[in-house]
C-alpha cells in the first residue's frame, strides 16, 4: 500500500514541470528587485509595492495551481465561457473605466475601485487563445484535407471571432494590446495548417499596409489622413521620440529619452544593486528593463533575456510531449503572447520600437498583466499534468 503511495507521488511530481516554475520563480525575483529599486526613489514606501506584487504573485500561482487541474477536455468546455466573459468585461469597462487613469494613459481600459485597479484586457488574453485553440481544431477535424478554400473559410473564421476584441479595444483606445492580440492571432495562423501561399499574401498584405502607415505618420501629408481615421496626436509623438529620440528630450520624448541613458549609463556589468542615478518616469512598470540595465548591465540584460528563452523552449517542449493538437494552438498562442510582450518592450526601451505601454512579463509591476501571464503559464503546466495523449473527433475528446 505504502509502495503504491509512493507510486502516485512521484507520477504527480514527474506531471509538474519544474523547469518552468524555476524559470518564472527567477523572473519573479529580478522582477520584485527592480520593482523595489525603481520606486525607492520614487516612492514614499517602496516595500509596500514590493509587498502588493507579492501579493498577485500568491493570487496567480494559485490560478495556476487550479488551472492545472483542468485537462483538455475541461478546458475545450469552458473556452466560449471565458470569451464571452472577457467580452463583457472589455464592454463594461467602456461604461466604468477609470477617469484617472484615462487622464494618465489616454485609454479607457481600466477599472478602479479605490486603491485596487484592474485592466480586462489582459485576462481576456488567455480566454481569446483558448477560443482561436477550440476554433482550429474544430475547423481541422471537420475539414481533414486543406485546400484554398477551407483554409479561407478557416481563415474568415478566426478573423470573426477576432473582431469583437479588435472593435473594443480600439473604443478603448488601446492600441499597445491590440497588438498583441493580432501577433497571437499570427502565431497561431502559422500553425494552423493554413497554406504558406495564403499566409504569404496576408503578410505582405499586412507588411504593405504597415509601411502605408508607417510613410503617413512620418510625413506632414500623411498625418491629417491618419487622424480622421481615429489616431491621436500622442502616437505621433512617439514615433517622433522613436525616430529621432534626441530631437525633443524634455517633453514628449523625455522618458524614452531617460529610459535610454540609463540603459547605456550601465554599461558591461551595470552600477550594481539599488544604484539609480537616472530618472525614470514610470520605470516601475513599462520602462523596469531601465532598471535593470542600469543596476546590472549589458551582462545582466543578457541573463534576462536568456531566462525569457529558456521559458519559452520549455514550453515549447511540453507541446511536443503532449502531442494534443488542442493544446498545440493554445500553447502557440500563450508563446506568442510572452514572447510579444518581451520583444516590444525590450525593443521600445532600446530604441529599435515605438513606445507603447506593453510591460515586460513577470517583471513588471501590476497585477493585471501578471495575473494574465499566469493564467497562460497555468494552460501550458496543465498539459504536462495531464500527460494522457488526446485526438479530437466527432466533436468530442478521445484518448490514443
Not at 509502495?3 to 509538474?16: F, G, P, Q
Not at 483538455?72 to 469552458?78: C, D, G, K, N
Amino acid at each position: 500500500m505504502q509502495m503504491r503511495n509512493n507510486n502516485k507521488e512521484k507520477d504527480l511530481e514527474s506531471r509538474i514541470d519544474y523547469g518552468i516554475i524555476f524559470s518564472v520563480m527567477m523572473l519573479a525575483i529580478i522582477g520584485l528587485m527592480s520593482i523595489y529599486v525603481a520606486t525607492i526613489y520614487d516612492s514614499q514606501n517602496p516595500l509596500k509595492n514590493v509587498i502588493t506584487q507579492v501579493l498577485w504573485y500568491a493570487i496567480g500561482a494559485t490560478i495556476v495551481a487550479i488551472i492545472m487541474q483542468f485537462d483538455a477536455e475541461q478546458l475545450w468546455q469552458v473556452a466560449n465561457y471565458a470569451y464571452y466573459a472577457g467580452l463583457a468585461l472589455l464592454l463594461l469597462v467602456l461604461v466604468f473605466y477609470s477617469r484617472e487613469y484615462l487622464a494618465q494613459t489616454g485609454a479607457k481600459s481600466w477599472f478602479a475601485l479605490g486603491p485596487l485597479t484592474f485592466q480586462p484586457s489582459e485576462v481576456m488574453k488567455p480566454a481569446y487563445i483558448l477560443m482561436m485553440g477550440k476554433v482550429i481544431t474544430m475547423h481541422n477535424s471537420e475539414y481533414h484535407v486543406h485546400t484554398i478554400r477551407t483554409d479561407f473559410v478557416l481563415l474568415g473564421k478566426l478573423l470573426l471571432w477576432t473582431l469583437p476584441v479588435i472593435v473594443l479595444l480600439k473604443l478603448q483606445n488601446d492600441f499597445g494590446t491590440l497588438l498583441v492580440f493580432i501577433a497571437i492571432l499570427g502565431g497561431m495562423v502559422l500553425v494552423s495548417g493554413i497554406d504558406w501561399r495564403i499566409i504569404g499574401t496576408v503578410f505582405l498584405v499586412v507588411a504593405v499596409v504597415g509601411g502605408l502607415a508607417l510613410t503617413l505618420a512620418t510625413t506632414d501629408w500623411g498625418r491629417p489622413i491618419l487622424m480622421n481615421l481615429g489616431f491621436k496626436s500622442y502616437q505621433f509623438n512617439r514615433i517622433d521620440s522613436w525616430l529621432n529620440p534626441s530631437q525633443d528630450t524634455t517633453e514628449n520624448g523625455y522618458q524614452i529619452w531617460q529610459n535610454m541613458k540609463a540603459i547605456g549609463s550601465g554599461q558591461l556589468f551595470g552600477k550594481g544593486f539599488n544604484v539609480s542615478n537616472v530618472y525614470v518616469p514610470v520605470r516601475e512598470s513599462d520602462m523596469i528593463f531601465s532598471v535593470i540595465a542600469e543596476n546590472f548591465g549589458f551582462i545582466g540584460s543578457c541573463v534576462l533575456i536568456l531566462l525569457y528563452f529558456l521559458l519559452i523552449y520549455q514550453m515549447i517542449q511540453v507541446t511536443f510531449d503532449t502531442k494534443n493538437e488542442f493544446y498545440a494552438y493554445v500553447s502557440t498562442g500563450v508563446i506568442m503572447m510572452i514572447l510579444f510582450h518581451v520583444f516590444e518592450n525590450i525593443g521600445m526601451s532600446v530604441g529599435l520600437l515605438p513606445l507603447t505601454g506593453i510591460p515586460l512579463p513577470f517583471i513588471s509591476q501590476g497585477g493585471s498583466a501578471l495575473l494574465g501571464n499566469m493564467i497562460g503559464i497555468g494552460l501550458v503546466m496543465s498539459m504536462r499534468f495531464h500527460h494522457k495523449s488526446y485526438m479530437f473527433e466527432n466533436g468530442s475528446f478521445k484518448q490514443r
